[in-house]
């Protein structure tokens, strides 16, 4: 099935530094979700995108809808170890559609 | 509150046995998702249920791949005669209205593994 392309697969960072992944697809997406996941559990969401262009902030998190529907961006700063997890991006097409498309994730690990 | 609950949690199966698989939605919860998840990737959607309506199972891999959500609650994913390419975690989600996917409230999945 599709998935969106998730950048980078995986990232080592000091504690305290600031960390950003992104996500690209060819298609248009109405909403972008971010969730993260912890290892035997299942993805807790963090941020909701509804518009294109914007911005939002839970937090440390902030992410951004691209303008163009087809990416978006998580950031991170002053990571700090319970940070460590896999961090999905998800995208939604249509306010027709129930279904989520997701990425192959973006492993962080925290170094303290 | 308890969120949903899935069980068991892990699963050993020999090749060409059936599973069930279930899932406890978050109570008063409209809507139900099934989700895939290979090692190493991101889930994917299998089937999607409104009360006890299955509305989309655009999702599941093959006719072996059976849910239902007979009376609106608890919803049984079954596999038939499993095959190791089945080797997956099956997640279970809900959401109190079927239209806004931001609040789908996953639980800790089923580790599916086909010797």
């Known amino acids: 099935g599709q998935q969106l392309n998730q950048s980078p697969q995986s990232m080592f960072i000091q504690e305290g530094e600031d960390v950003s992944m992104n996500c690209t697809s060819s298609?248009?997406?109405?909403?972008w979700l971010w969730y993260k996941q912890d290892p035997g559990e299942g993805p807790v969401l963090l941020i909701a995108l509804y518009k294109a262009g914007e911005l939002t902030s839970n937090g440390r998190l902030t992410a951004q809808f691209g303008i163009t529907r087809k990416d978006s961006f998580l950031n991170i700063s002053a990571s700090i170890p319970s940070d460590v997890g896999i961090y999905f991006c998800?995208?939604?097409?249509?306010?027709?559609?129930?279904?989520?498309?997701f990425g192959k994730g973006t492993k962080l690990s925290v170094i303290p | 509150g308890a969120g949903v609950s899935q069980s068991p949690r892990y699963k050993v199966a020999k090749r060409g046995q059936d599973v069930a698989l279930r899932c406890d939605p978050i109570?008063?919860?409209?809507?139900l998702f099934w989700y895939q998840q290979a090692l190493g990737q991101g889930p994917e959607f299998l089937t999607y249920?409104?009360?006890?309506?299955?509305?989309?199972k655009s999702g599941l891999p093959s006719d072996r791949f059976f849910a239902e959500r007979p009376e609106g609650s608890v919803s049984t994913l079954k596999i038939q005669r499993t095959q190791q390419e089945d080797s997956a975690v099956y997640l279970c989600a809900s959401s109190l209205a079927g239209d806004f996917p931001l609040t789908q409230y996953f639980g800790p999945g089923t580790r599916l593994l086909v010797l």
């Open positions: 998800a995208g939604r097409s249509g306010a027709g559609s129930y279904q989520l498309t």
């Open positions: 298609s248009i997406f109405n909403t």
């Open positions: 109570s008063g919860h409209v809507s």
């Open positions: 249920f409104q009360n006890e309506a299955q509305l989309d």
